[in-house]
């Protein structure tokens, strides 16, 4: 499937119920669990929140999580019917939410307290729109951000790396960034990184990044 056809499906009825139905398989459940294990603890020391948007929100995985945080939540996503599912299904009040690209979120610099994006960036396929990405959670965001990204030094990463070299494997390369790429772009915008520890050393590449404005 092409990146265009991959787009195309994901903003569908069919590919919002099939993303739906990842969440239904084992490793998807226990990385679910190990990320809302961090967050609970992040959250605690953020204090009240007035307005936070998930982007990308899929089928609404963490909109109770911020609703319980955050005065009003704004639901974005690429998937018009990812979107319209995810009010459904948490019976949002007001809805609030859009269809949006993640490098170009059609907010106002600082217009958020948290900007909240888990497991898009590996999704990315070109590293400057992953970069452009991170820019954007910065510039809407006027107190905190939280994102995942896949680290280009992780174990998995280097495995797959090893085995396309040698022909092992015909899948494409992770989508990764840098951890020390990832703090300049963060320190870029006026953030510090808190904390970015690993979602699993083994079996997992990525990085969960708590980011603190500091001006």
Not at 151 to 161: E, F, T
Request: net charge positive.
């Amino acid at each position: 499937m092409t990146l265009r056809e991959r787009l195309k499906f994901y903003d569908s009825p069919e590919g919002a119920e099939e993303y739906l139905d990842e969440y239904v398989k084992v490793h998807r459940r226990l990385s679910d669990r190990r990320e809302r294990r961090i967050l609970a603890r992040w959250f605690e020391g953020m204090g009240a929140l007035d307005v936070a948007i998930d982007l990308p929100c899929g089928f609404g995985r963490y909109y109770g999580f911020l609703r319980a945080h955050a005065r009003r939540v704004i639901e974005a996503d690429y998937s018009r019917d990812m979107v319209k599912a995810t009010q459904a299904r948490n019976e949002a009040s007001p809805p609030s939410g859009f269809r949006c690209f993640g490098h170009e979120i059609p907010l106002r610099d600082g217009a958020v307290d948290l900007a909240f994006s888990m497991r898009l960036s590996h999704h990315l396929v070109d590293p400057e729109i992953r970069r452009a990405h991170l820019r954007e959670l910065c510039r809407v965001s006027g107190r905190w951000v939280v994102f995942s990204f896949f680290d280009h030094a992780s174990v998995k990463n280097l495995l797959r790396r090893a085995r396309t070299s040698v022909g092992l494997t015909r899948k494409p390369p992770k989508s990764t960034l840098r951890r020390a790429e990832v703090r300049a772009l963060a320190q870029e915008c006026g953030f510090r990184v808190v904390e970015d520890p690993w979602l699993f050393v083994i079996g997992s590449g990525h990085r969960l990044v708590l980011g603190e404005r500091v001006r």
